[in-house]
């Protein structure tokens, strides 16, 4: 089984939330979404673009900003002594130490982000004074030196300002100040998308060492599931507001069960093994303005039936926890379709058999 944590002590729980954008069509980004995180766990968060995988992470930071509304749910932060803190409730100066020393984030294009009038030193020594106002000049000096160290810059680049540097410095520097207070979490979205590949890897090879070293927790946001399959312990993957599967990333890569997984894992190249036919994902993802009543895949799943439309199907534990009325004994007393269940039992990454979708014409 692999709902929750995936065994370790959560540091996060989030339960049943839901996010707005309002406006003349209002847009349902996020319609009920409960996870734990597991102290130092990396849990991968994957699905196309537009499933509210960044609306989530925002909501879990306390980040979301007008437009956006947090219309249900809740989030909570256990700490190591076992206090447990509503996040959703916090306000004011709580918040905000919330925000770095709990949980810092790294946002999308975040090497964009970064101060152009301002030194490297200048702006990680601004989080450094905000938070930590005690330490000295002399201190704080040393605290960014040693962050700089720690995500492989030389110190000479204190002075530099960021246009001087190359998009994975930029993007160093910005993991270096979410690393600044040593929070449990950090929620990393999309944070080597716009780098090279050799770059890319090379900033998620620092990132493990970190984590490794510090003991944070990750969530790790992107639409590329073979990267996190490669990363995450565990996997949620996210199709128009929804969770659609969880489950440990080996059991979702030895045998994911969600038509919508089940795509996603088919149409990933292999560099290993017998040459195959790739399968996109034909169709579009629903307007999160006007959602499908029932399960948001229906229209694009080949394997979709009566009960499909009806109702949003619950996350049934079938090996990973898949939300799919295919799998529910009350609606198929015999099963799943025999080719969904082959499709499942015999798709590991990189070597799909059929496709669960129909190919593209
Ligand atoms: N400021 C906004 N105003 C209105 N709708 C928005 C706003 N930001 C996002 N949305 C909508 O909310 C839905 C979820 O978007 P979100 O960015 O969370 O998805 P995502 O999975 O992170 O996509 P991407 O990988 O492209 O960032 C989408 O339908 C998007 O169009």
């Known amino acids: 089984m692999s709902s929750g944590g995936g065994g370790a002590a959560p540091v996060l729980s989030v339960r049943d939330i839901a996010v707005d954008y309002a406006g003349p069509r209002t847009v349902h980004a996020v319609r009920g979404v409960s996870f734990d995180l597991g102290r130092s766990e990396v849990l991968g968060i994957a699905g196309e673009s537009g499933c509210g995988k960044s609306t989530l992470a925002y909501a879990i930071a306390r980040l979301l900003r007008p437009p956006a509304r947090m219309t249900a749910g809740s989030v909570v932060f256990h700490d190591t002594d076992g206090t447990a803190i509503d996040v959703t409730a916090l306000s004011g100066e709580a918040l905000r130490t919330f925000r770095w020393r709990r949980v810092a984030m790294v946002f999308q294009?975040?090497?964009?982000?970064?101060?152009?009038?301002?030194?490297?030193?200048?702006q990680l020594g601004d989080v450094l004074r905000a938070h930590l106002p005690d330490l000295t000049r002399r201190e704080r000096e040393d605290r960014c030196r040693e962050l700089l160290d720690l995500v492989g810059i030389e110190a000479r680049w204190m002075s530099g300002y960021p246009h001087e540097l190359s998009g994975g410095m930029r993007q160093r520097v910005m993991i270096a100040m979410a690393m600044a207070l040593r929070p449990d979490v950090v929620i990393l979205?999309?944070?080597?998308?716009?780098?090279?590949?050799?770059?890319?890897?090379?900033?998620?090879?620092?990132?493990?060492?970190?984590?490794?070293?510090?003991?944070?927790?990750?969530?790790?946001?992107?639409?590329?599931?073979?990267?996190?399959?490669?990363?995450?312990?565990?996997?949620?993957?996210?199709?128009?507001?929804?969770?659609?599967?969880?489950?440990?990333?080996?059991e979702i890569q030895a045998g994911a069960h969600h038509p919508y997984t089940l795509g996603m894992l088919g149409s990933i190249p292999t560099l290993r093994g017998d040459r195959r036919v790739l399968h996109g994902i034909p169709g579009t993802p629903p307007d999160l303005a006007d959602p499908p009543s029932g399960c948001p895949f229906t229209p694009r799943c080949r394997y979709a039936f009566g009960a499909c439309g009806a109702?949003?199907?619950p996350l049934l534990d079938v090996g990973t926890l898949t939300a799919c009325a295919q799998y529910d004994p009350a609606l198929r007393?015999?099963?799943?379709?025999?080719?969904l269940g082959s499709a499942s039992a015999s798709v590991p990454a990189g070597s799909a058999a059929d496709s669960p979708v129909e190919p593209a014409s």
């Open 109 to 122: 294009g975040a090497m964009n982000a970064l101060n152009p009038v301002l030194s490297v030193r200048a």
């Open 189 to 250: 979205d999309e944070p080597t998308t716009a780098l090279d590949v050799v770059v890319q890897r090379e900033i998620l090879e620092e990132i493990d060492r970190l984590r490794s070293v510090f003991g944070f927790a990750v969530i790790f946001i992107t639409h590329d599931l073979s990267l996190l399959l490669e990363i995450s312990d565990r996997l949620i993957i996210m199709y128009g507001g929804l969770i659609v599967e969880q489950g440990r990333a080996t």
């Open 311 to 313: 109702a949003v199907p």
């Open 333 to 339: 007393p015999d099963g799943p379709d025999d080719a």
